[in-house]
């Protein structure tokens, strides 16, 4: 029986077995119509038992009665589940693949203040960790550069592409500063553990910090310069074409860097960490900040926090208003990104209402990334870029993918670790 | 008057001590021995002890005569001591007084693995043959701070390596030379789990191999002892030498105390044990031993509370601490525990003085206090009657004071170390305080003295108007300058000072004539001294179990309960069964069925609710303060036992994740790693409690990359390929097996060939590893790629046993047939990968292939966040592997507690095994599932519902202890900035250094 469910689940994933890498899908050449779904859609609807038809890329039909249009494909779903591919934030896919290999590790470029860095030059469409997203249900990414106080501009990539220039759904779309830390944590431990005190280096740090803005500011202004890549860089800041990314964890980070760049003008400014978020929820409401919070699989801050603090955080942020999504940014974050919808899921065991936990998953990454007129929703004209689960998708045991789609090509989901399990399921069935 | 110069010419002559066997060539030889007499005194002969009008006849640095009515000899120089009281001077047997602290090496970029010294132990850190006293220098800033601090005998060791060789007992005596103030320039010897400074030689790296260090260097010396041994070991023979003598252990932190104590026991010490100061937060350990401990009370100081984002996430330990340390040597005395003082880290006498006080103001009795500044560390080095005590044949050490010791009026004068009289405060020893007067040209003087033991306050008044007076007492005289403002004048007066007041005066007046008068004494000081307002105690804060974040106001205890109407997942054949009830009783599960009643139970509506057994973590890293032993690359030695930390907030919430039993393995830093620790996370108990009770025995091996130090510094150390790794098992099984052998042949001696026979070296590695051979110890090996498992099981193949579990296991699936057929089962990830080359080709479906496969597959953490969501992981077998629901949940609590050989205790709900439970929300499966009610052993020891009553509790006694310390800066107590403690989260791969 179990050999049975096995070859099911192969028979869904097989095409190009054998290949090294999957190979990315066709354009849709044909109509498809996908029904007695339950169809989740991203901005808080559910249609039960729906019809859900999609051509040349774009969702056509999405509702709870039959089209009159007949599709060159039409296939009953039976209870399974639709959702809209998944966003990650926030992420180093295809920037490194193997952690402890330095010479796969692109990441991050020396030096403090690194405007000019673009991530998307260095995104490896083929990376093997890549690969693994989809058959979650995790299609989309925001790949970002770290490292410094500005590490760089992000851009919003699909998963299933030749290349990077193939796989971009936006260029360039954010600018990522890490707020200096305002206290002073030390790398040595001795014995064990060790002492953390206020940074006697915050106010310089942040006035560095500062200096370069006012500066990429006034340079941004003036016509007649001569080209400074670093400043040319951070123009689109200033005009409006590029989100902040304002990595902070503590309150006062928040508060001193939303403040900065709001006095500057700049509006779009989305908090990525968040860990006391929820302790200055009407300042982040004042100034209109989404915040896209550390995802729940961490450790409580300190010893005498609440057992669940990072369980807890997305409800009190929701709770009270504030736009909300996930960061994948933690430990293993590369392999561990396709664990996107438990992060989730786990919000939800804690709370979280699960319309909610969808919207941060969908709807709401592709409004801060600017990619929403397309992605982020199941609605019809979008482009069809969904999955289709056996289940609750933010549940492990449920999380069972049969087919997945980006802008209507449909995905392979095998991948090298579906591979090595087919040949060794082989080995195990020849009973040697 | 003369007299008391004479005295003094006397005093300079005494201390030019010479030899008496020393040729003299700048003078002619003077040896002029006179006796001492302190007399009239109230002399406290040791605590509780107290002689009225007491005498003590000293000669020769030696006190010959204590009483109160003996016959002097002539040759006797007398002071009277009328008023002052006589205390035996302190003694602190753990000072660093004089000793020379080596300069740190520099590091060199490779780690060294080989000893630097020759002839002596292989390990550098042992230096058993150093002598303290070889680098001896005494030093007089440091002697006048201890003496004033009231120390007359300090026992010194150089702090410096795992065995630090020998100490020297000095009496702080600046008036003679170290022919006379080394009382015994051999009387102890010291240990630390700190490495030596000087050298590099990386092990041990750890606590826990600090550990095994000290216990192989004894098994060492008694084999050399023993004639065992073919070539010369000084250090050995150093240490053969000094085995008698005292042992003091340096530990450092508490866990660390009991650690010392624990070590010292095994090794038949009875060692003193430097304390933490923190000995009330573990007290029910320390009861086990009678050693002495020697308690620094360098009290924690109140926190100054301006930097808000600091305060706020200040931790209730911390704070606590404050609050409680002061009571530590009332609660040590109150379980009858014994203990010394130690200056350490105090910043001055007026400091220390406070800080006793303050323990006598918490309770303790100020006999035992003296008592721990005398009598306690005399005894515990072997000088009862000899030091810390006033009686005859005992150095003629004490102090003179103006009252009672630990008065906050009382003055120490003098410090007289070894017969000689060393001054501590150049004040008056007589009150001279009263109202004294005189007239000089018409007018009348009113001069007022007060406090004149203390700083002196002195008034003067001129026919009723008050003049402007600056006094000071120099050279056993007050001297006094008058300005009379009325008149524009100045004045001087000096006074003699006699037993019984001030005398004459010399009196210069306003026109510079000089004149000498009689002083009158009109009477006593009508206002008596003002007492210092004694500050009200701090409420004392209840010591919690433990005493920080979610500690158990009392401990929790064992209920018999019956959990009514549950989902049970029983993980036996009874598969999952619905509306069940599961009766826990005597910490065991007595019975489960339908409908179930019993009385006298708490009965637990279960409804819709899921109950399981406990999880398992067979990898675990968490509740241990050190994890690698790196510095060789087999270390079978060492042991997590030795090292497990209770009260890791991790434990907390491990069991909020509704884990109850966890292997704590060594990490990966050698192939063979250390002997492991498996507990049951008893939040709050004792550290010996959590052991879990009847354990089989476990290694934790290591495969790949972590033991080629693929991914860290060193280049050096063998191997640095898997082809080495192989080389580095078959030599340590081989050497382990004819280690085994040799001593087997040798147990079969009868006692006649034994006595002929000089026994093998005991060696703590081969011993251990010899315990895999005779299938007495399992290895659980960390591993990766499927050639070095494959190669593991043929190693193991080769010497006769099986290797029980592959732990990380990443590549498995690939030679899970291979695995059947050794018999070993597989502990692994649910899904991580990609962190490094070798976890390449792990997948998530490995477990699920290896089960297909046959073999026992559990999933572990090896993670301080993802051990509290273990279910989840269990989980993902479903969605990776398709696994039932009942089997994928056995991965991580009947397979593991199989793995670890434990499955008839825990691991599954079924009658007789251990009530470990968890009472779920929901599928315990389900990623939206939180464990509600964890168990273990009849105990509930997580209750999520209380978490918010935890968390409000804890924030009151944290403003509490707040406000107290916002009072201690109003009362213009000393205040520290706050910092923030952080607890370092322990991998695998985590390498530690102590130094």
């Known amino acids: 029986m179990r050999k049975i469910k096995y070859l099911i689940i ?50 056509d039909h999405l509702s709870i009665s039959k089209p009159e249009k007949k599709y060159d494909l039409e296939i009953d779903l039976k209870g399974q589940h639709i959702y809209p591919g998944f966003i990650a934030l926030n992420s180093t896919l295809g920037l490194v693949e193997i952690s402890a290999v330095r010479a796969s590790d692109d990441q991050r470029e020396i030096g403090t203040f690194n405007p000019n860095i673009r991530s998307i030059i260095a995104y490896n469409a083929e990376s093997r960790i890549v690969e693994t997203m989809r058959l979650n249900g995790v299609l989309i990414g925001q790949i970002t550069p770290r490292g410094g106080v500005i590490s760089g501009s992000s851009s919003v990539v699909q998963f299933d592409a030749w290349n990077w220039e193939d796989a971009t759904i936006k260029y360039d779309e954010g600018m990522h500063v890490n707020w200096p830390n305002p206290y002073n944590r030390p790398s040595r431990w001795s014995s064990g553990s060790r002492t953390v005190t206020s940074s006697k280096n915050y106010l310089d740090e942040v006035n560095n910090l500062k200096n370069i803005f006012n500066k990429a500011l006034s340079y941004n202004s003036d016509f007649s310069k001569k080209l400074d890549l670093k400043l040319e860089s951070m123009k689109n800041l200033f005009n409006g074409l590029q989100t902040l990314y304002l990595h902070a964890k503590d309150q006062r980070q928040i508060i001193d860097g939303v403040s900065f760049f709001k006095s500057l003008g700049i509006d779009k400014i989305v908090v990525i960490g968040g860990d006391e978020a929820h302790q200055i929820i009407e300042f982040l409401k004042n100034n209109n900040v989404s915040v896209i919070a550390s995802h729940p699989h961490r450790l409580p801050s300190r010893e005498d926090s609440d057992v669940k603090e990072a369980f807890k955080l997305a409800k009190t942020l929701v709770s009270n208003g504030i736009n909300l999504s996930i960061d994948v940014r933690g430990g293993m974050e590369r392999p561990n990104t396709r664990n996107l919808p438990f992060f989730a899921g786990s919000f939800v065991g804690n709370g979280l209402d699960y319309d909610a936990a969808i919207k941060a998953l969908t709807i709401n990454p592709a409004k801060i990334l600017g990619i929403d007129k397309d992605y982020g929703s199941l609605e019809v004209g979008k482009s069809a870029t969904f999955f289709v689960s056996k289940g609750d998708a933010l549940d492990m045991k449920t999380n069972i993918l049969y087919h997945a789609f980006i802008d209507g090509r449909e995905l392979e989901l095998s991948n090298h670790q579906t591979k090595l399990r087919d040949k060794f399921l082989e080995k195990v069935s020849r009973n040697n | 008057m003369k007299k008391l110069s004479l005295i003094l010419f006397f005093t300079i002559q005494l201390s030019s001590f010479s030899q008496e066997y020393f040729p003299t060539n700048i003078d002619i030889k003077s040896e002029l021995k006179t006796y001492i007499l302190i007399e009239n005194a109230t002399v406290i002969v040791s605590p509780g002890e107290i002689i009225k009008d007491g005498s003590i006849l000293v000669k020769d640095g030696k006190i010959v005569e204590i009483g109160s009515d003996f016959s002097v000899p002539n040759n006797t120089v007398k002071y009277d001591m009328s008023g002052l009281y006589v205390y035996p001077s302190f003694v602190d047997v753990s000072s660093s007084f004089g000793t020379k602290n080596p300069s740190n090496t520099s590091r060199s970029r490779s780690t060294e693995y080989k000893s630097s010294r020759q002839g002596y132990y292989w390990n550098d850190h042992i230096l058993s043959d150093y002598n303290t006293i070889d680098d001896f220098n005494y030093d007089e800033k440091k002697s006048k701070e201890l003496r004033e601090f009231g120390f007359g005998v300090v026992n010194i060791h150089r702090k410096d390596g795992v065995h630090r060789g020998t100490g020297a007992l000095v009496a702080l005596d600046d008036k003679s030379n170290n022919s006379f103030r080394i009382l015994n320039p051999t009387s102890t010897e010291s240990f630390s789990f700190n490495r030596s400074l000087q050298f590099n030689q990386a092990y041990p790296s750890s606590i826990m191999g600090a550990m095994a260090l000290l216990r192989q260097f004894y098994h060492d010396l008694k084999w050399y002892e023993d004639g065992g041994s073919t070539s010369t070991d000084m250090a050995i023979e150093a240490a053969i030498k000094n085995y008698s003598l005292p042992k003091i252990f340096s530990a450092g932190d508490k866990l660390n105390v009991i650690r010392a104590l624990k070590i010292s026991d095994q090794l038949g010490f009875k060692s003193i044990v430097e304390g933490s100061g923190y000995e009330y937060e573990n007290i029910e350990d320390l009861k086990n031993y009678d050693n002495t401990i020697v308690v620094p009370i360098n009290y924690p100081k109140a926190f100054d509370l301006t930097d808000v984002h600091i305060v706020e996430k200040l931790t209730l330990q911390q704070l606590k601490r404050w609050n409680q340390a ?262 065991k599960i007595k019975s489960f069925g339908k409908n179930l009643s019993f009385s006298n139970v708490k009965v637990i509506d279960a409804t819709n609710k899921h109950l399981t057994a406990g999880i398992i973590d067979e990898h675990s890293h968490i509740a241990a303060s050190s994890i690698n032993e790196g510095g060789q690359n087999s270390s079978a030695e060492v042991s997590i036992e030795d090292v497990v930390d209770h009260e890791d907030i991790n434990i907390y919430r491990n069991l909020s994740g509704g884990v109850t039993t966890i292997q704590i393995l060594h990490g990966s830093a050698n192939p063979i790693g250390g002997q492991s620790a498996i507990i049951k996370l008893k939040w709050g108990e004792k550290n010996d409690e959590m052991i879990f009770k009847d354990a089989p025995k476990f290694i934790k091996f290591a495969l790949g990359e972590n033991v080629k130090q693929s991914n860290w510094g060193s280049y050096n150390r063998y191997p640095q390929s898997r082809m080495g790794v192989e080389q580095v098992f078959v030599d340590h099984f081989q050497r382990a097996s004819e280690y085994d052998k040799e001593w087997k042949k040798y147990n079969k001696l009868s006692k006649r060939e034994k006595n002929k026979t000089i026994a093998p070296r005991f060696d703590i590695e081969m011993e251990v590893i010899a315990e895999i051979l005779n299938k007495e110890r399992h290895i659980s090996c960390h591993s990766y790629v499927q050639s070095e498992i494959n190669m593991l099981m043929k190693v193991a193949e080769k010497f006769g046993f099986t290797v029980s579990t592959f732990t990380h296991i990443l590549e498995g699936y690939k030679v899970a047939s291979l695995m059947k057929r050794h018999g070993v089962g597989g502990a692994a990830f649910s899904d991580w990968w990609g962190y490094k080359f070798e976890v390449n080709d792990a997948i998530p479906y490995n477990g699920p292939i290896m089960t297909k496969a046959g073999v026992l597959v559990a999933y572990n953490s090896d993670d301080a966040e993802m051990s509290r969501r273990l279910n989840q992981e269990a989980a993902k077998a479903v969605k990776y592997g398709n696994l039932s629901e009942e089997e994928a949940w056995k991965y991580v609590t009947l397979n593991p507690a199989k793995l670890l050989k434990i499955d008839d205790k825990v691991g599954s709900i079924k009658v007789g095994k251990h009530a470990d439970l968890v009472l779920w929300d929901k599928n315990p499966l389900s990623v939206y599932a939180n464990a509600e009610k964890t168990m273990i052993e009849g105990v509930f020891y997580y209750e999520k519902d209380n978490i918010d009553a935890q968390l409000k509790s804890m924030q009151e006694e944290k403003n509490l202890i707040l406000s107290m310390m916002i009072e201690a800066k109003k009362r213009g107590e000393e205040t520290v900035e706050p910092v923030l403690e952080e607890k370092r989260i322990y991998e695998c791969e985590t390498v530690e250094t102590i130094l």
Not at chain 1, 11 to 23: E, G, P, R, T, V
Not at chain 2, 355 to 377: C, F, H, Q, V
Not at chain 2, 413 to 434: A, C, L, Q, R, Y
Not at chain 2, 547 to 553: I, L
Request: glycine share 8%.
């Open chain 2, 326 to 587: 002061p009571s530590n040597l009332v609660q040590l005395s109150n379980n009858n525990i014994n203990f010394a003082i130690s200056p350490k880290n105090v910043k001055n006498s007026s400091e220390f003085f406070n800080n006793i006080r303050k323990s006598i103001s918490y309770g303790l009795d100020s006999d035992e206090a003296l008592a721990a500044l005398t009598i306690t560390p005399a005894k515990s080095i072997n000088m009862e009657g000899k030091i810390g005590v006033i009686k005859q044949g005992a150095y003629a050490n004490f102090l003179v004071t103006s009252g009672p010791i630990f008065e906050k009026e009382t003055i120490i004068f003098e410090n007289w170390v070894m017969g000689n009289k060393h001054t501590v405060k150049n004040v008056p020893k007589n009150s001279i305080d009263g109202d004294y007067v005189f007239s000089d040209n018409g007018s009348k003087y009113e001069l007022v003295v007060k406090n004149s033991q203390g700083k002196i306050n002195v008034s003067l008044k001129k026919d009723s108007i008050k003049l402007n007076v600056k006094s000071v007492v120099k050279n056993g005289w007050l001297n006094m300058s008058i300005v009379d403002k009325e008149n524009e004048l100045y004045g001087f007066i000096s006074s003699t000072i006699n037993t019984n007041g001030l005398g004459s005066i010399s009196f210069t007046d306003f026109e510079g004539i000089k004149k000498n008068i009689l002083l009158k004494k009109s009477g006593e000081n009508t206002e008596p001294v003002k007492k210092i307002k004694k500050h009200d105690q701090y409420e004392l804060i209840p010591v919690s179990y433990p005493n920080k974040a979610y500690g158990f106001k009392s401990k929790p205890k064992k209920q018999n309960v019956l959990f009514k109407n549950a989902t049970v997942w029983t993980g036996e054949s009874d598969g999952i069964l619905e509306n069940t009830d599961v009766l826990v009783s005597d910490g």
């Open chain 1, 10 to 59: 192969c028979f869904f994933i097989f095409a190009n077995c054998w290949s090294q890498k999957q190979i990315p899908g066709d354009d849709q050449n044909k109509t498809i119509l996908l029904y007695n779904a339950k169809i989740i859609t991203g901005v808080g609807t559910v249609v039960e038992d729906g019809f859900f038809g999609f051509s040349n890329g774009k969702i």
